[in-house]
């Protein structure tokens, strides 16, 4: 957390973004409470004070430079940010080679991210057509939780356009990655508890999104997964609620 940071913090105040992108990593540590708390009152190591030794594991140095690199791209990199992240690399006593790798696998990570990302958005616009709010809200959430502000930019505008999604096989997704598009957009789709003539419409906007992407099967066992799931949980809900 405190490389990241300081990574961040290497043109200046951390600005909202990173602000949040610090907190989500916190939260993401499973930290007690007070821990957590303590680490978000923190103020930004520079990283020339950052405690760090080359004897740490070399997968984990890596892992801690290319999560450095991520963090530096999230609003396009500035050259303060690469020399915070080579630093870091050299007290980790890694080689040119591994940091260029590591920047490399940044720059290939958050490319990944950003179709995963742009797809979601329109799957769930997609599958909630005609309900404006409703799909404005969860889409401008998916595109913040899984593109980086550069990355948002034409999501965020056709949201706020209101232009309609058209379908053109515009996504390339891996099977995992179409997964968890149409899964995202099945549980927009159903967080309203629709009504049956309104969930048949979804589900028949949920396969031609399926068969978009490339597997025109996938929406109704996504569907199938994620009812059940949605049915145990309720009634775990449910079980607890009776007095």
Partial sequence: MRAVTSVLAATGALNAEARLLRSALIASLGLPEPDRQALEAEPPYHVELLD????????FSRSLVRG???AARIDGTDPREEQAVIAIARKLGLTTEDVNEAREEARAFGDAGRELGDAEVDAIRYVLEGDAAESDR????AARLALTPIQRHDAI?????????ILGKRH????????AALGLAWLAGVHDNPTYIRRA????RHDRLAADLGDAEAGASIRSALDRW???ELGKVA???VP
């Fill in 157 to 165: 505008t056709a949201i706020n356009v209101g232009s309609p999604v």
């Fill in 138 to 141: 969860f889409a401008v959430a």
């Fill in 201 to 204: 419409e979804r589900v028949s």
């Fill in 230 to 232: 949605l049915e145990l």
């Fill in 68 to 70: 450095a690199f991520y």
């Fill in 172 to 179: 390339r997704l891996d099977r995992r990655q179409r997964e």
């Fill in 239 to 241: 079980v607890n609620a």
């Fill in 52 to 59: 760090m030794h080359g004897d740490l594991d070399a997968r």
